[in-house]
């Protein structure tokens, strides 16, 4: 089946650092991937909307200066989170969906990176 | 009122129990609707979908109830290996391909 991929899996920075995380569709195309970010026992909440080849869709209340995502290519999206802060400590997980499969083809989930800002 | 919500139990069964979760959305214009697994510290991963008809796969059987607005999951003989947190989870209706999530259901089946 399709498989999306994360990395780094973890990671640790201190305070006012800048973390990338990267999502990679490895067996199929995907001009759309989400980002969504999960504090402990809490739902995921979706961040944005990654667009291949133009700007990402931001949810209300998240930043698009401190979380920039970029996705140049079919099979590539990522995630900056900038100047991070403790705050920003969480579970980022993407996803993406097969485009063959249309709009309600299942969504497959990368690993999830988890990031702790000392 | 959030748009997906569930009891996050946890749920205390002992192996070959049958259980049942509900969840409830808010807003009746959903579209899709969809039951996911997340093991701990991993990611989510597509349990079933669920359908107007109500759907069954193997000891899971998916109901959705659009009047009243809620989706439940039937897991029946439980398994150890089916603790985990289980995810209601709705499309809606703007932004159709994006997945709104409840907060789980924490299940925990006992030897």
């Known amino acids: 089946g399709a498989v999306v991929s994360q990395h780094p899996s973890w990671v640790i920075c201190k305070s006012g650092t800048s973390v990338k995380i990267e999502c990679r569709s490895l067996?199929?195309?995907?001009?759309?991937m989400f980002w969504y970010r999960q504090f402990p026992k809490q739902s995921l909440m979706l961040m944005a909307t990654?667009?291949?080849?133009?700007?990402?869709?931001?949810e209300q209340g998240v930043e698009k200066d401190k979380f920039l995502i970029n996705h140049a290519s079919l099979t590539l999206s990522t995630l900056t989170v900038t100047s991070a802060h403790p705050e920003d400590s969480s579970f980022y997980i993407c996803?993406?969906?097969?485009?063959?499969?249309?709009?309600?083809?299942?969504?497959?989930f990368g690993e999830g990176s988890r990031l702790t800002v000392l | 009122r959030k748009e997906v919500e569930q009891d996050p139990g946890p749920f205390n069964v002992p192996e070959g129990a049958t259980v049942a979760f509900n969840c409830t959305y808010s807003?009746?214009?959903?579209?899709?609707f969809f039951w996911y697994r997340q093991d701990c510290r991993k990611e989510p991963k597509l349990l079933m979908s669920v359908y107007s008809s109500g759907n069954e796969d193997g000891r899971f059987t998916a109901q959705l109830n659009r009047a009243s607005q809620y989706i439940s999951l039937l897991i029946r003989d439980s398994k150890l290996s089916d603790s985990a947190t289980y995810l209601c989870v709705v499309t809606p209706v703007t932004g159709f391909q994006k997945l709104v999530f409840g907060t789980g259901t924490r299940l925990l089946v006992s030897p």
């Open positions: 807003n009746s214009a959903s579209q899709s």
């Open positions: 990654s667009n291949e080849g133009s700007k990402a869709t931001y």
């Open positions: 067996d199929f195309q995907a001009t759309t």
């Open positions: 996803s993406a969906r097969e485009e063959s499969s249309g709009l309600t083809g299942e969504l497959f």
